[in-house]
């Protein structure tokens, strides 16, 4: 297995991918949702961290993601087995309906 040399941040993530920040949030805030050492926590300060993806967990979200969108109805309950905040969630449903 490489060692892991640098990491992106989910901002960075989100924008690669195309996502919507929050929604990536969502999916990661549960670190049972990536395989163990995918999702990195970088310290910037006392009180400040930055959550932030290894190349593998970026893979691995765009998978999960991609999966997740063959269909509406598989998507919508991707959503709702995956995404805890119901507003974004909505807001992520409404998006996909136009």
Known sequence: ????????????????????????????????????????????????????????GIAELKDMIRDARITTETWHEFLEDFVDDAEIAARIKAKSRR
């Open 1 to 56: 297995m490489a060692a892991v040399t640098h990491v992106c941040t989910i901002d960075y993530v989100a924008k690669m991918l195309g996502e919507d920040v929050e929604l990536l949030e969502a999916i990661i805030s549960n670190d049972d949702n990536l395989t163990y050492g995918n999702i990195v926590s970088v310290y910037a300060g006392a009180d400040e961290t930055v959550t932030a993806l290894t190349d593998d």
